[in-house]
């Protein structure tokens, strides 16, 4: 049985090297023309009305595989930060640790909470739901409030709040998350859930109990 991973940068290491053994494994170089040669079978088929063959999913699978991983190391050479929307990025940086959260609960306190969110000017006086984790993590240049609520349900709820202000209320879905931006005074408040009631809900929660002041 392999070390247990305590930490969010132990955690980052375990799947830096998992990706590594992965790109290194598929680092084959595609057949020359096999992409064309697949889209004309497909056209074919298309055109014929007839219906799909097993084999032809899979082909087209393994090209989405190929042409994927080539793509992935220059995604993580550059900035994944730039896309506009704070949801996006709030969702991206989820993404990256989804295993290391699912499995963690720090019992975080209130005093705890508040020693993190020091730096952003603002302090909550009491806990919204259960805290999972909480932290400090990076959006790019940007150093985040990071925490893993438990919401009624018991559903976990990641909130971030961004030192970048937002003139207005945004939503987006991705998959089966739901994320929900709200400004709260000169700051930005997103929250990630399964569905947008439940971001909705814990947006609202953290702004009953989210104080501000001057930094």
């Known amino acids: ?8 940068s132990a ?3 375990k799947k ?19 992409e064309q040669r697949l889209l004309q079978i497909s056209e074919r088929e298309n055109s014929a009305n007839k219906r799909s063959r097993p084999w032809l999913s899979v082909a087209a699978a393994l090209l989405m595989t190929l042409t994927g991983y080539g793509m992935y190391p220059m995604l993580e050479q550059s900035n994944l930060f730039t896309s506009g929307s ?5 969702m991206a940086h989820a993404g990256s640790q989804y295993e290391f959260i699912q499995g963690i609960d720090e019992a975080v306190s209130l005093q705890q909470v508040n020693m993190k969110l020091q730096p952003f000017g603002s302090q909550l006086d009491h806990l919204p739901g259960h ?3 909480v932290n400090h993590c990076q959006f790019g240049k940007k150093t985040v409030f990071q925490m893993v ?16 202000s937002s003139s207005g209320e945004d939503m987006r879905v991705q998959g089966n998350v739901n994320g929900v931006q709200v400004p709260v005074n000169h700051a930005s408040l997103v929250v990630l859930g399964e569905d947008e009631q439940e971001a909705r809900a814990m947006s609202d929660k953290m702004k009953a109990a989210i104080e501000w002041h001057s930094i």
């Open 1 to 8: 049985m392999g070390r247990k991973i305590t930490s969010i």
């Open 11 to 13: 955690y980052r290491n």
């Open 16 to 34: 830096e090297k998992e990706e590594i053994q992965l790109q290194t494994a598929l680092s084959v170089d595609m057949p020359q023309g096999l």
């Open 86 to 90: 704070l949801i996006q990025d709030a």
């Open 131 to 133: 805290v999972y984790y």
């Open 149 to 164: 609520l438990g919401d009624a349900q018991g559903q976990k709820v990641s909130v971030y709040i961004v030192p970048q």
